[in-house]
T-cell receptor, first 114, second 113 residues
Framework: GAGVSQSPSNKVTEKGKDVELRCDPI?????LYWYRQSLGQGLEFLIY????????KSGLPSDRFSAERTGGSVSTLTIQRTQQEDSAVYLC????????????FGPGTRLTVT | SQQGEEDPQALSIQEGENATMNCSYK?????LQWYRQNSGRGLVHLIL?????REKHSGRLRVTLDTSKKSSSLLITASRAADTASYFC?????????????FGKGTKLSVKP
């Protein structure tokens, strides 16, 4: 079946602009996660959604970052007023449920802020 | 904050040799997972070991877990050039109460043909 898809695969934006990154999880997966990975670093947890529960936003680095998940499926990560330090690969993952299940990752969106 | 710490940060071996990577973590866990990442993009799940398990095998992979030492190791036997990648451990911190995974910084493995 189809895996996790993300769009766009690459995004170059000017400092101060807003960007939206999209994630389509695997159908039937109730948990969806966003991570950020800077060059040569590990993954930094940003936010996760589990079913209809309120999302865990504890990893969002600032109030410029927000995310929503519509209809329990597609998710959009929005970064407002982008800064150069926001440049990274943004990875989305989904799993059957949270905790105790493997996560399936999308290919990521490489964001470059100039 | 980083939950998992892998070591070594980088490992270079010859094809056919075994590769061992270690991971240490800080809080109680329900399970620990290992992932592989090629070319800095999406991660692929390799193996999950639960806190009540001590060892698990999957093909050429062997994972051990020592909850008393809060550590795990990943052994890849008879390595191949295609095993060249970064390997990350990930834990569900605080006994899984948080739902998300915390990843370490990874071990970059290079297998030379």
């Amino acid at each position: 079946g189809a895996g996790v898809s993300q769009s766009p695969s690459n995004k170059v934006t000017e400092k101060g602009k807003d960007v939206e990154l999209r994630c389509d999880p695997i159908s039937g997966h109730t948990a969806l996660y966003w991570y950020r990975q800077s060059l040569g670093q590990g993954l930094e947890f940003l936010i996760y959604f589990q079913g209809n529960s309120a999302p865990d936003k504890s990893g969002l680095p600032s109030d410029r970052f927000s995310a929503e998940r519509t209809g329990g499926s597609v998710s959009t990560l929005t970064i407002q007023r982008t800064q150069q330090e926001d440049s990274a690969v943004y990875l989305c993952a989904s799993s059957f449920s949270s905790s105790g299940y493997e996560q399936y990752f999308g290919p990521g969106t490489r964001l470059t802020v100039t | 904050s980083q939950q998992g710490e892998e070591d070594p940060q980088a490992l270079s071996i010859q094809e056919g040799e075994n590769a061992t990577m270690n991971c240490s973590y800080k809080t109680s866990i329900n399970n620990l997972q290992w992932y592989r990442q090629n070319s800095g993009r999406g991660l692929v799940h390799l193996i999950l070991i639960r806190s009540n398990e001590r060892e698990k095998h999957s093909g050429r992979l062997r994972v051990t877990l020592d909850t008393s030492k809060k550590s795990s190791s990943l052994l890849i036997t008879a390595s191949r050039a295609a095993d060249t990648a970064s390997y990350f451990c990930a834990t569900d911190p605080n006994g899984g109460s948080q739902g998300n995974l915390i990843f370490g910084k990874g071990t970059k493995l290079s297998v030379k043909p």
